[in-house]
């Protein structure tokens, strides 16, 4: 199949209206999620904290940020049922985006990829301070989860499936370990295949996590899981081969975030391992992949293959 979605699509006002329109969904339903939060406690002279802790939380998870795996929620589950876009979705999407602030709190801390700029805000330990980061990001992950056994009318298989999705993604054989061999492999020579592997842990397993989640949700059957998991797989590795790019190319106020971070902490990146030539043929080549996984799926998947267009083509 030969890819039609190139960079016309920006162009096209229905894919922009999707991106705009998830983005005003997924900020409201994460400003309800939090809002909802409660105290069981009197006030006390403890509350004073438990405030502060929540404006940390809250710091994190609704400044700014692209949205790209809510939007892949929404995306997916369209991609199966036309009739997926409910409130209850919304909190499947809360969910991801949830786990997704919480890790970017914890990677930006001093013991682990020690940044103090994240989507042009001091990150969260700069902002408060390491143990309120660590709490906060603690407190957005077992939300998450939390969220996942309150979505109304599901059957409770729905919800024990989009739990251990979400789960599997965060540990150590999804994002956790794939943040432990990143760290390990710091002014290390890897080769090509161990950096897809970190990256397929590190980030691509939340992206496939996000597709699947709305897909799920959707109803999908197991032969297009299967499909949308290839495709997410693709779309996986193209976001951090983009970034490794984005990381030379670009520049802070950009980018939201250091450039040139990579580099001065001596990471092994596709540019660093294939070249920058190379590193955007093979985002080209994940993209093509990407597209050929949805093939079967005709009309319905047009956002989700506009979503892999808009992942290779950004320039933040």
Request: glycine share 6%; charged share 20%; proline share 3%.
């Amino acid at each position: 199949m030969s890819d039609t979605f190139n960079d016309s699509v920006f162009n096209n006002s229905l894919f922009n209206n999707f991106l705009q329109q998830s983005q005003t969904r997924i900020n409201k339903a994460l400003q309800q999620e939090l809002g909802d939060l409660q105290s069981p406690f009197s006030p006390t002279d403890s509350s004073s904290y438990l405030s502060r802790l929540q404006e940390a939380m809250r710091y994190s998870l609704v400044n700014g940020g692209k949205r790209i795996r809510p939007t892949l929620v929404f995306a997916a589950a369209e991609a199966i049922s036309n009739n997926a876009a409910t409130d209850a979705l919304d909190k499947v999407a809360a969910a991801v985006e949830m786990i997704h602030a919480y890790s970017l709190i914890h990677d930006d801390l001093p013991a682990m990829d020690d940044d103090d700029l994240r989507r042009g805000q001091p990150t969260c330990h700069k902002a408060f301070d390491e143990a309120t980061a660590i709490l906060a990001g603690d407190a957005l992950q077992t939300r998450a989860f939390e969220l996942l056994t309150t979505i109304p009318d599901t059957y409770a298989e729905t919800r024990l499936a989009l739990v251990a999705t979400l789960a599997k993604a965060s540990g150590i054989v999804g994002m956790v370990g794939g943040q432990a061999i990143d760290l390990e492999s710091v002014n290390q020579q890897i080769a090509i295949g161990q950096l897809e592997t970190i990256h397929r842990l590190k980030t691509g397993a939340l992206i496939r996590a996000a597709v699947s989640m709305g897909a799920i949700y959707a109803g999908a059957s197991n032969e297009q899981l299967t499909k949308l998991d290839s495709y997410a797989e693709a779309i996986g590795l193209s976001f951090q081969v983009q970034d490794d790019i984005l990381d030379v190319e670009s520049d802070t106020e950009t980018l939201g975030k250091n450039q040139g971070a990579d580099q001065a902490l001596n990471k092994p990146t596709y540019p660093s391992l294939l070249g920058m030539a190379g590193a955007k043929q093979k985002a080209q080549d994940l993209h093509q992949q990407a597209i050929t996984a949805l093939e079967t799926f005709g009309e319905s998947a047009q956002v989700l293959r506009q979503l892999s267009s808009y992942i290779i083509s950004r320039n933040h």
